[in-house]
């Protein structure tokens, strides 16, 4: 079983920075793909960034791409995700997700989620 924990949400203006963090218990961190979702008041959970188990590939969603990054410690169990010049449409509760060995962008791939940490942005 993994457990995963976000922190470091809050309520920023635009234009600000804010970075997320994810603590995972579990033995092998090393062999899970770890990712960043996020969840809008009325919107589908969408996917945000993912990073192979190594770190060596990422992936981003557009709309994040040059402002976001997404990393990882494997020697402490974490993934990050530094979400840099924040829009108001960046608004949402954002989860991070783990799976073994493989995943992509869908949530339906991800077996083990945070409780999630909310980001507002305001304009």
């Known amino acids: 079983q993994v457990q995963l924990t976000e922190s470091g949400g809050g309520l920023v203006q635009a234009g600000a920075s804010l970075r997320l963090s994810c603590a995972a218990s579990?033995?092998?961190?090393?062999?899970?793909?770890m990712a960043w979702f996020r969840q809008a008041p009325g919107k589908e959970r969408e996917f945000v960034a993912r990073?192979?188990?190594?770190?060596?590939?990422?992936r981003y969603l557009d709309s994040v791409k040059g402002r976001f990054a997404i990393s990882r410690d494997n020697a402490k169990n974490a993934v990050a995700l530094q979400m840099n010049n924040l829009k108001p449409e960046d608004t949402a509760v954002y989860y991070c997700?783990?799976?073994?060995?493989?995943?992509?962008?869908?949530?339906?791939?991800?077996?083990?989620w945070g409780q999630g940490t909310q980001v507002t942005v305001s304009s």
């Open positions: 997700a783990a799976r073994r060995f493989v995943g992509g962008t869908s949530s339906r791939e991800y077996d083990y």
């Open positions: 990073i192979t188990g190594s770190g060596d590939y990422t």
């Open positions: 579990v033995r092998t961190f090393s062999s899970y793909v």
